[in-house]
């Protein structure tokens, strides 16, 4: 039975305001009404006594003043089952890949805030089987990782292979949240997912970027609830990838501005810092199990310094960032490792022995590109024998830091290999102590472990 809360007093492009009957009406609440057989649907987002303002799902043409609303009995929900997986959705819950929305069980998407008792921080190891990340930036459970590079430097090769190879070593599932970006690229990366047999590993959610503010700053929210489902009902080590968290802030900031706040600085609204908060405090470990965020971050006119940029780097445990000057060189994954970042590099987390020698590979490898300007002057043979050891040594780091991928298999028609992390630790080792110095450097190139 529809409960009648109140009527339609004013209607603008991405706002409804609304005469409430009802007292008991709530921030987040969900209105509905329907107009020639079409239903529309807004959220609440702000209430002076008795109006109410409130953001529609989508397009207002047609609507008017007077016309009777009625609440949406538990908000915007999404699929809480095992039913989530091989299916994408849009931020309100329903699927949009033509498969059924048969539902088991729905949550809303804002139930969930962890509590500080449910917070683990005795995060285990994460390890990929990628080389470069596991060497340079390693994961532990619970991080947040922000992903940093532009198009066609291999991000989406890089998604799916972490995709693969977790769920290879961990039967843990992933959750794709795409915000406000190209509705032409998530079809993409749906095919692609379908090509290479994952989608069935994995979930969507797409806010795309010509959809209202409202589903865009909705469809993170709805993400992380399906991440949760995994976590809390399925035990699982979850992977969330997000592209892109700026966008979030994006919407938001449209949202403020129709609602006529003051924004801050470029015109972020002040709510900015607690919103990043509310979603970035939802990704945690905790006794159940843990879900690990890639945080695509767009940087806007290249401002590290923006502050959009910077409330969301606070909350992240670190960084990879691709480079397309390493893909122009044929080397993949195109991770630039003096950018790349992890708070897991630290002698107690990863030990003595892979602290040190990511120190003696960053410092080898800076080197090397000092030697690369002397050598273009003055000819190798100028060079002491320390630093043509480091610059041979070097290059053989380079290049053993490239690797065959799963994904890529069809394309390369090289077979995909997982690296452990005591075989990466012993070849850096053995390449800087100069036990390959008589080995071709380009027999290091796209290969797997070298020991064994």
Not at 64 to 80: F, N, P
Not at 411 to 427: H, N, P, S, W
Request: aromatic letters at 8%; charged letters at 30%.
């Amino acid at each position: 039975m529809k409960k009648n809360v109140g009527k339609i007093i004013e209607v603008s492009e991405l706002s409804v305001k609304v005469l409430l009957y009802d007292q008991n009406i709530r921030i987040k609440d969900v209105l509905q009404c329907e107009l020639e057989g079409q239903i529309y649907k807004f959220e609440i987002i702000e209430i002076d006594s008795n109006i109410a303002q409130a953001i529609p799902y989508s397009r207002v043409a047609g609507l008017k003043k007077g016309i009777d609303v009625d609440l949406q009995e538990g908000g915007i929900q999404i699929e809480y089952s095992s039913k989530i997986l091989g299916k994408i959705y849009n931020p309100f819950g329903e699927t949009i890949d033509d498969q059924p929305n048969d539902s088991l069980r729905k949550r809303n998407i804002y139930d969930r805030n962890l509590s500080v008792e449910e917070i683990s921080i005795d995060n285990q190891p994460l390890w990929t089987g990628i080389k470069a990340l596991d060497f340079f930036s390693p994961l532990q459970k619970g991080y947040k990782m922000g992903l940093l590079g532009g198009a066609g430097v291999g991000k989406t090769v890089l998604i799916k292979e972490i995709i693969n190879n977790v769920y290879k070593k961990f039967r843990s599932n992933a959750i794709f949240c795409g915000i406000g970006e190209r509705s032409r690229e998530g079809k993409e990366l749906y095919d692609e997912m379908q090509a290479d047999n994952l989608l069935e590993k994995m979930s969507m959610v797409f806010g795309q970027m010509g959809e209202s503010p409202c589903q865009r700053s909705k469809a993170i929210y709805s993400g992380l609830t399906l991440a949760e489902y995994l976590r809390d009902e399925q035990n699982q080590d979850v992977l969330l990838f997000v592209d892109n968290i700026y966008r979030f802030i994006q919407a938001e900031s449209e949202i403020s501005t129709e609602m006529k706040r003051i924004p801050i600085e470029n015109g972020y609204p002040t709510t900015m810092a607690t919103d990043i908060s509310e979603v970035e405090e939802r990704i945690n470990s905790t006794n159940k199990g843990s879900i690990t965020s890639f945080q695509a971050i767009y940087i806007p006119a290249d401002d590290i310094t923006d502050e959009a940029v910077q409330s969301v780097t606070t909350h992240l445990d670190g960084q990879i960032v691709l480079d397309r000057k390493v893909a122009e060189k044929g080397l993949y994954p195109a991770i630039n490792v003096f950018k790349s970042t992890s708070k897991a590099i630290d002698p107690e987390k990863v030990g003595e022995k892979h602290y040190n020698l990511v120190q003696e590979t960053l410092r080898y490898l800076s080197r090397y590109q000092e030697l690369e300007e002397i050598i273009a002057v003055l000819g190798i043979d100028e060079l002491s024998d320390e630093d043509k050891n480091i610059f041979y040594r070097s290059r053989k780091l380079r290049n053993y830091f490239t690797q065959p991928m799963f994904v890529s298999e069809n394309f390369t028609g090289i077979k995909g290999e997982m690296v452990d992390i005591a075989d990466t630790l012993q070849d850096v080792e053995d390449i800087l102590n100069g036990k390959y110095d008589d080995i071709d450097e380009e027999k290091l190139l796209y290969r797997g472990k070298l020991n064994g």
